[in-house]
C-alpha cells in the first residue's frame, strides 16, 4: 500500500565503486600538492598576501580540523620563500642621552657581524690596554711626570720650611694640615711656654707667623697647579696610549661600517667614549685589599658593559622572510620583556636583558596567531592593535599597562614594524569581532572563509586519495588498498551527513587513518582494507557510546517506555539526537497528545515547564496555524490539546519533531490509532508540507537499534523528510535490513502521506473525521 514511499536499499548510502579506480592501493597514486576543497579559502588567501598594505591583514575562519592552521603555514612559508630577508635590529647604549637604549638595524646576517666585532673590540681592549699599562715604557713616561710632579712639589715645600726657619718657625706636616711651631732661643717651645714669653717678643713671633701663613697658602696654590699640571700630563698620557691602542681597532670598523650611517655614527662616539674612561678597562692598585679589588672589577665589567651590542633580532639564519607562528600570544611573546638578574637581594638589568617578542622577530614578515589564544591574553589584543596602528612596537610589560611603576629604568627606542598578521580562529568569533570591535574591520580586511565541507566529485574523490597517501607516506603508515580507500571517502560522506559531500574536517579523517593502521598492525596485515577501517570506527564508537547503551538497557528494562507494536490514539513515536562529547546518536521519543473541549489552543507542556527552546516553540505554534486552517474556516476551533515528551527531563529544542506531534495531534482528534511500529522525523510548515532535518542518519540508527534490540519484525520503519534523501550515510546492517525486507524507511513531502502510512487510513478521511469531531463539539457548544 505504501511502497511508493519506501526507499529503496541501493538510496540509503553513497557507495564508491571501487572497480572505477585506477590504483590497488594508494602507492600508485601521487601525493597531495595544495588543499582539498577550499577554491574559495585559496582565492582569498592570495589575494590577500598579494596585497603590501597595513590594512589589509587577514584573518582565517572555520571549524577547527579543516586545515586552516597548516595550510596558512605552508602558503605563507611558499610565499615568504621569495622574499628577501628582513633587517637584523640591535639595541645600543645611546651616548647622547644617558639611560636611553638605541636601535640600530643592519642588512640581515650584518647584525651578526657587528655584535662579534664589538666583542672581539671589547676582548682586545681588555687585554691590550692593561698590557699596555703595564708596560716599562708606559712605566717610565708615568713615573717621570710624577717625579717631575713630586720634585716641584718638594721644592717648595722645603722653601716653605726654609722661609718658616728663617722667621722662627719649625714647618710641619701632619694629618690635620701644615703646621708651625715656635723656636726661641734656638729650640722648640710649647703652647704654655709661649704664653709665658714677654708680650713684645710674642705679637712679634705673631706677625711673623700671619707672614707664613700668606706664603703658605701661595705655595699650597702652587703646589695644587702642579698637581693639576701632572694630572692632565698623566690623562694625556692614557689618551696617547690608548689611542695608539684603540685607533687602529676602530679603524678597521669605521671602514667596515662606513656605508651604515646609523652605526658610524655610534662607533665614533663609542670610540670617544672609551678613550674617555679608558681606565675601566684595567685595574690599578692590585696590593689592596682583595674585596676591594674585586669590587673595582665589578664596576669596571658593569661600565664595559654599555658598549657591547645586544643583537635583538637574529636574521643572519633566514633564507626569506620570516614566517612567526605564536600559539601563546601572551603580552611578553608578542613584545618582548626585559629580563632581570637578582644581585644580592636586589633586582637589577640592563639593555643586554632586553628579549625579542613574536612581532620583532616577525618584523618584515608574517605573523601567524590563533585569535581565540590573543583575546583570552590580557592586553595582547589591544597591544597588537596599537602596533598595526602606530607602525611601531616597543618592548613593555603587563605592569606598563596597569599603570604600575617599572623597575627597570631602561629606555628603549621603538622598532618600525612592517608586518602581515594573519589570524585563525572561529566564524563566530570573526562576527563577534566585526561587531564590536571597530577597529577590527579597520585591520583585518581579509577573510579566508574555510568550509566545513566539499562537494563530492570525481576531482575531489581523486585528491582525497592522494591526501591519504601523502598522511601515509609522511606519518610511515601502511598502504591502503581500495577497498579501505572507498571506506574512509564513505565514512566522510557520513560526517558530513551527505551522499553528495565530503567532509573537510581531515583532522577526523586522519584519526581514522592513524587507527585503521593500528588496527592493521594488531591483525598483523601489512595491508590497510576496508575491515580494518571499518574496525577503526566501529571500535571508536564502541569507545564513546556508554551513555547510548545504558538508555537502550533502560528501554529494554521497561523504564524508559516505548512500544514499537500495535496501534494508539494520540502516541506516536519521535526521534532526536543527543550528542555526547564528539559522539551523536539517535534517540526514540513517546510524544504523547490529550485533547478536550476548550477554546482552540495548544498547550507545549514543555513550555509550560520551561524545558523548550525558542524554536521547538515556534514549531508547536505552527501546529496551530495548520490545524486553524484545515478545520476552522466555517467554524470555531473548539478543541484543547496537550503534547509532551513524555520521560524527558531536560532541554528540548528544533522543530524537527513537529510532523510528529502533528500526526499525533490528529490521530487525537480523529480518534484513530497510529502505528507504533512507525517512528517519525520531520519538520512541517503551517501548509502541511514536510521540511528537511538534521541528524537523520543517526535517528534512522536510533530507532533502528531499539528495534533491532527487540527483534526485527519486516514492518518496523522510520518516516522521514523527501528532502534528507540524499543525506542519509547509514550503516551496512540497515541496509542489508532494508534490502532483506526486515525494515524500512519513508520519505514524505506531505502531512498527508504520512498519516496514511501510519494509520492505513487515507488523509482525507482522517480530515473527514476530525472535521466530524469538532463540529460535534461546537454544536454541543452552541446547544449549552
Known amino acids: 500500500m505504501h511502497n511508493k514511499y519506501k526507499f529503496n536499499y541501493t538510496q540509503l548510502k553513497k557507495s564508491c565503486n571501487i572497480d572505477e579506480f585506477d590504483f590497488e592501493t594508494i602507492d600508485q597514486v601521487s601525493i597531495l600538492e595544495g588543499i582539498i576543497g577550499q577554491y574559495r579559502a585559496e582565492k582569498s588567501m592570495e589575494f590577500g598576501l598579494g596585497i603590501d598594505h597595513p590594512s589589509y591583514n587577514i584573518y582565517i575562519s572555520g571549524l577547527r580540523g579543516t586545515g586552516r592552521t597548516s595550510y596558512a603555514k605552508a602558503t605563507v612559508q611558499s610565499k615568504a620563500a621569495n622574499e628577501s630577508a628582513p633587517d637584523d635590529w640591535c639595541y645600543v647604549y645611546n651616548f647622547n642621552s644617558k639611560g636611553k637604549i638605541k636601535a640600530l638595524n643592519l642588512p640581515a646576517g650584518i647584525g651578526k657581524e657587528f655584535k662579534q666585532d664589538i666583542d672581539e673590540l671589547i676582548e682586545e681592549l681588555l687585554i691590550q690596554i692593561p698590557k699596555i699599562f703595564n708596560s716599562v715604557d708606559y712605566e717610565k713616561?708615568?713615573?717621570?711626570?710624577?717625579?717631575?710632579?713630586?720634585?716641584?712639589?718638594?721644592?717648595?715645600?722645603?722653601?716653605?720650611?726654609?722661609?718658616?726657619?728663617?722667621?722662627?718657625?719649625?714647618?710641619?706636616?701632619?694629618?690635620?694640615?701644615?703646621?708651625?711651631?715656635?723656636?726661641?732661643?734656638?729650640k722648640e717651645i710649647t703652647e704654655n711656654e709661649f704664653t709665658d714669653l714677654d708680650e713684645g717678643i710674642r705679637e712679634e713671633l705673631e706677625e711673623k707667623l700671619d707672614e707664613i701663613h700668606e706664603v703658605a697658602l701661595d705655595i699650597l696654590d702652587q703646589v695644587k697647579k702642579l698637581e693639576k699640571i701632572a694630572k692632565n700630563k698623566l690623562l694625556q698620557l692614557e689618551n696617547k696610549v690608548g689611542l695608539y691602542i684603540i685607533k687602529p681597532l676602530m679603524n678597521e670598523l669605521f671602514e667596515k661600517y662606513s656605508k651604515y650611517e646609523n652605526v658610524y655614527d655610534h662607533l665614533k662616539k663609542a670610540e670617544s667614549d672609551i678613550i674617555e674612561n679608558i681606565f675601566y678597562f684595567y685595574l690599578e692598585d692590585e696590593d689592596e685589599d682583595e674585596d676591594i679589588t674585586i669590587i673595582k672589577a665589578t664596576e669596571n665589567q658593569d661600565f664595559i658593559k654599555k658598549y657591547k651590542v645586544n643583537l635583538f633580532v637574529d636574521n643572519s639564519n633566514s633564507k626569506g622572510a620570516p614566517v612567526i607562528m605564536e600559539f601563546n600570544p601572551t603580552l611578553n611573546n608578542l613584545v618582548g620583556k626585559i629580563e632581570y638578574k637578582n644581585i644580592n637581594g636586589t633586582l637589577k638589568t640592563n639593555f643586554l636583558l632586553v628579549k625579542p617578542g613574536a612581532i620583532h622577530?616577525?618584523?618584515?614578515?608574517?605573523?601567524?596567531?590563533?585569535?581565540?589564544?590573543?583575546?583570552?591574553?590580557?592586553?595582547?589584543?589591544?597591544?597588537?592593535?596599537?602596533?598595526?596602528?602606530?607602525g611601531e612596537v616597543t618592548v613593555e610589560s603587563i605592569n606598563s599597562q596597569l599603570g604600575i611603576g617599572e623597575v627597570s629604568s631602561v629606555k628603549l627606542d621603538p622598532i618600525p614594524v612592517n608586518l602581515k598578521v594573519i589570524l585563525i580562529g572561529s566564524s563566530y568569533l570573526y562576527y563577534l569581532l566585526y561587531q564590536y570591535d571597530e577597529d577590527f574591520e579597520k585591520y583585518f580586511k581579509i577573510l579566508v572563509d574555510f568550509n566545513d565541507e566539499m562537494i563530492r566529485n570525481s576531482a575531489n574523490e581523486k585528491q582525497m586519495v592522494s591526501f591519504i597517501n601523502s598522511y601515509a607516506q609522511k606519518e610511515g603508515l601502511l598502504s591502503f588498498d581500495k577497498s579501505a580507500v572507498a571506506q574512509i571517502m564513505e565514512y566522510s560522506s557520513r560526517l558530513v551527513g551527505s551522499q553528495?559531500?565530503?567532509?573537510?574536517?581531515?583532522?577526523?579523517?586522519?584519526?581514522?587513518?592513524?587507527?585503521?593502521?593500528?588496527?592493521?598492525k594488531l591483525k598483523k596485515s601489512n595491508i590497510i582494507s576496508s575491515e580494518h577501517v571499518k574496525c577503526a570506527v566501529y571500535r571508536k564508537w564502541d569507545r564513546l557510546n556508554r551513555?547510548?547503551?545504558?538508555?537502550?538497557?533502560?528501554?529494554?528494562?521497561?523504564?524508559?517506555?516505548?512500544?514499537?507494536?500495535?496501534?494508539?490514539?494520540?502516541?506516536?513515536?519521535?526521534?532526536?539526537?543527543?550528542?555526547?562529547?564528539?559522539?551523536?546518536?539517535?534517540?526514540?521519543?513517546?510524544?504523547?497528545?490529550?485533547?478536550?473541549?476548550?477554546?482552540?489552543?495548544?498547550?507545549?507542556?514543555?513550555?509550560?515547564?520551561?524545558?523548550?527552546?525558542?524554536?521547538?516553540?515556534?514549531?508547536?505554534?505552527?501546529?496551530?496555524?495548520?490545524?486553524?486552517?484545515?478545520?476552522?474556516?466555517?467554524?470555531?476551533?473548539?478543541?484543547?490539546?496537550?503534547?509532551?515528551?513524555?520521560?524527558?527531563?531536560?532541554?528540548?529544542?528544533?522543530?524537527?519533531a513537529s510532523s510528529t506531534e502533528l500526526y499525533a495531534l490528529l490521530s487525537s482528534i480523529a480518534n484513530i490509532p497510529i502505528k507504533q511500529n512507525i517512528a517519525v522525523t520531520g519538520s512541517v510548515n503551517q501548509k502541511g508540507f514536510i521540511q528537511p532535518i538534521g541528524g537523520v542518519t543517526e535517528k534512522v540508527e536510533g530507532f533502528f537499534k531499539y528495534c533491532s534490540k527487540k527483534g526485527l519484525t519486516g514492518d518496523q520503519g522510520v518516516i522521514i523528510p523527501y528532502q534528507n534523501i540524499d543525506e542519509l550515510m547509514l550503516v551496512d546492517e540497515i541496509i542489508e535490513a532494508v534490502k532483506e525486507s526486515k525494515f524500512n524507511i519513508y520519505a514524505v513531502k506531505h502531512i498527508d502521506e504520512g498519516i496514511e502510512i501510519l494509520t492505513d487510513v487515507s488523509a482525507i478521511e482522517v480530515y473527514n473525521k476530525a472535521q466530524k469531531r469538532l463540529s460535534y463539539v461546537s454544536d454541543n457548544k452552541k446547544k449549552q
Open 141 to 186: 713616561q708615568r713615573n717621570e711626570i710624577i717625579k717631575e710632579y713630586e720634585d716641584g712639589k718638594n721644592k717648595l715645600i722645603q722653601h716653605l720650611s726654609n722661609y718658616a726657619k728663617e722667621n722662627h718657625f719649625l714647618f710641619k706636616g701632619t694629618n690635620k694640615g701644615l703646621v708651625f711651631k715656635p723656636i726661641y732661643e734656638g
Open 361 to 390: 622577530i616577525a618584523n618584515g614578515g608574517y605573523l601567524i596567531l590563533d585569535a581565540k589564544q590573543l583575546l583570552n591574553n590580557p592586553y595582547a589584543w589591544d597591544t597588537l592593535k596599537r602596533v598595526l596602528q602606530t
Open 500 to 520: 553528495k559531500k565530503f567532509s573537510a574536517r581531515f583532522n577526523k579523517i586522519i584519526e581514522v587513518l592513524i587507527e585503521s593502521n593500528q588496527w592493521a
Open 547 to 656: 551513555y547510548e547503551e545504558r538508555l537502550l538497557e533502560m528501554y529494554d528494562e521497561g523504564k524508559l517506555l516505548i512500544d514499537i507494536k500495535g496501534k494508539k490514539i494520540g502516541v506516536i513515536n519521535g526521534l532526536s539526537v543527543l550528542s555526547i562529547g564528539e559522539y551523536s546518536f539517535g534517540k526514540p521519543n513517546v510524544i504523547t497528545v490529550t485533547t478536550s473541549k476548550g477554546k482552540g489552543n495548544i498547550i507545549n507542556i514543555e513550555r509550560e515547564t520551561n524545558l523548550s527552546g525558542d524554536i521547538y516553540d515556534k514549531g508547536v505554534m505552527i501546529l496551530t496555524g495548520f490545524l486553524l486552517e484545515k478545520f476552522a474556516q466555517n467554524n470555531a476551533f473548539n478543541l484543547s490539546a496537550r503534547i509532551a515528551f513524555e520521560q524527558s527531563y531536560g532541554g528540548i529544542d528544533g522543530d524537527s
